[in-house]
């Protein structure tokens, strides 16, 4: 296999070991003993992140020594890191995935014997494939005015079509049938609608998968009223985040969560829950997501022998349930965490009555090219420019005031529009404005290219009388307009 570089020279895997914060330790600790117990060829390299590296004053919560043993090993279990608040800005979580690239959060929910929910005896079996690195969650927000903030929905061609081929491979992988790809394309065209048209391309190459387009709300509905009929739903970063924890409270809750965050070079393997720090310290959570987020990470090490011991050892044990924990049958008469690790690894060898392990085979990581560039246009051409004015006038006002402005130019106003809404000109509408205008010029000479020239001089233009936050250039790609129109304009 040529994603895990890191050999103890013993024949063992080095894996980093991050115990993290508040219940972390505990669960990591109930992993560890499993997988020792087990006999799996792992040696562990234990590093810190998170609220203890925060207080030293590390200001992104993982030190270099963190950093150096992942560049290793390439391969981390990990426990929830605090998100701080009072430490600097940045939840360690997400600098570890973004650092390390890894781009697919997958999130597999299984229903589980012992483990009563509403939806018991159904067959819930499904995986979430979740981009991970793009979208809302790239971080990048501004104030456009001080009552208007902004956050850029960043969705490329490269992350779809990496995270598109990461749910097609894993569905081979684990023998899985069906891919839905889950996307809000009837009102994001150009960014959700990137991810279905990618998808939809991208399933030509896997003939043997069921592929289907669901829009995100309706996935959310139907995950609540026959979530059977999902196998694999890969989709965007925040929709994912939100069908996932709905998915696992499908099953049982945070408590039997696990999570695989896989890059083409480094993985990291976690639970879906946080600190939980109300039960840190007590020995009575629930550590059986971050021991299958282990049995997740002992696949993708190539023990898939070893995987289905330990999973099967969690299985019989909640079949039988001699050992539940708090969360299922109440804090007071829970089995604690270490007695429940106990009883699985006293499980260890045996087979559950009426549950199966699936066949896993390989995950054949998604090559696809490193240059930045992955799409050529044919042929590209500016042709206007949306300018972003902040404004308490009304719209008519400004919109007289920027039709003088231009009047001698190669540009002409088209509309101006209020989130997202054409003002003006007026269509009669209701639409409640904010100090914060689109106003969008075109040429005039609609055969012709907008140089920077007569971009500049139009915003010296405007700014002599009001105040632009930012533009965005109207484009044509391959003859197409490559921008989006505003709600009612022509
Ligand atoms: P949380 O730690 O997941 O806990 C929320 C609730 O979920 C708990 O109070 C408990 O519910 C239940 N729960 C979570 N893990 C459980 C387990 N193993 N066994 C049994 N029950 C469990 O969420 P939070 O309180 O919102 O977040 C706490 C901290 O964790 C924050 O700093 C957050 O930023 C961080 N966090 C980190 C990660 C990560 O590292 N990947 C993920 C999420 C959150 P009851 O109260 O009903 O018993």
């Known amino acids: 296999m040529d994603f895990y570089k890191s050999s103890a020279g013993n024949g063992k895997k080095i894996v980093t070991v991050i115990p993290g914060d508040g219940i972390g330790p505990e669960c990591i600790n109930a992993a560890r003993r499993i997988i020792d117990a087990a006999g799996v060829p792992v040696e562990w390299e234990e590093r810190q992140a998170g609220a203890s590296v925060f207080r030293q004053g590390i200001a992104s919560g993982v030190p270099h020594e963190t950093i150096a043993s992942i560049q290793k090993t390439r391969v981390v279990l990990k426990g929830p890191l605090e998100t701080p608040v009072g430490y600097g800005e940045k939840s360690a979580n ?35 494939v979740r981009e991970n690195v793009e979208d809302l969650y790239a971080g990048i927000e501004h104030m ?12 490329t061609r490269k992350g779809c079509e990496k995270i598109v081929r990461m749910a097609f491979e894993l569905a081979r992988a684990e023998g899985r049938t069906g891919v839905h790809c889950a996307s809000k394309s009837n009102i994001m065209k150009l960014t959700e609608g990137m991810l279905k048209r990618t998808f939809e391309e991208i399933a ?26 999902f196998d694999v739903i890969v989709t965007t970063n925040m929709n994912g985040d939100i069908i996932s924890d709905l998915t696992s409270a499908l099953v049982g809750g945070l408590g039997f969560a696990p999570s695989a965050n896989i890059g083409n070079d480094v993985a990291i ?17 629930n550590p059986t997501a971050v021991i299958l987020s282990a049995v997740q990470m002992l696949r993708h090490l190539g023990e ?13 044990t909640l079949e039988e349930g001699k050992a539940r ?6 804090y007071d008469r829970g089995a604690s965490t ?4 106990e009883m699985i690894i006293a499980n260890l060898g045996r087979q559950p009555k009426n549950w199966q392990v699936r066949d896993y ?57 209020n989130r997202g809404t054409k003002v003006y000109p007026a269509a009669g509408t209701f639409t409640d404005c904010v100090d914060h205008w689109r106003c969008r010029f075109v040429l005039r000479d609609e055969r012709e290219e907008l140089k920077d020239e007569q971009l500049f001089l139009l915003l010296a233009q405007v700014s002599a009388r009001h105040r632009w936050m930012h533009i965005e250039k109207l484009q044509e790609i391959d003859g197409e307009a490559a921008f989006t129109m505003a709600q009612g304009e022509d």
């Open 94 to 128: 997400v600098t570890l995935r973004k650092l390390f690239e890894t781009y697919a959060n997958i999130r597999p929910v299984r229903e589980l014997p012992g483990v009563v929910t509403p939806y018991s005896g159904r067959g819930i079996d499904l995986v979430v």
């Open 144 to 155: 456009q005015t001080p009552g208007v903030a902004q956050c850029l929905k960043l969705i």
């Open 204 to 229: 030509k190459e896997y003939p043997d998968i069921e592929a289907g387009h669901i829009i995100v709300d309706n996935c959310a509905h139907q995950l609540v009223r026959r979530p059977e009929q």
């Open 269 to 285: 393997f976690e639970a879906v829950h946080g600190s939980a720090p109300k039960y840190a310290g007590r020995n009575v959570i």
């Open 304 to 316: 898939f022998a070893s995987a289905a011991l330990v999973e099967n050892a969690v299985l019989v």
């Open 325 to 330: 924990t708090g969360d299922i049958v109440g």
């Open 338 to 341: 270490s007695t429940y690790a």
């Open 361 to 417: 085979k390989q995950l054949k990581l998604p090559q696809v090219t490193a240059a930045p560039d992955l799409v050529k246009a044919g042929s590209r051409r500016v042709i206007g420019v949306d300018v972003f004015v902040e404004s308490g006038q009304s719209a008519a006002e400004l919109g007289h005031s920027l039709e003088q402005i231009v009047a001698a130019s190669a540009l002409r106003l088209k509309m101006i529009s």
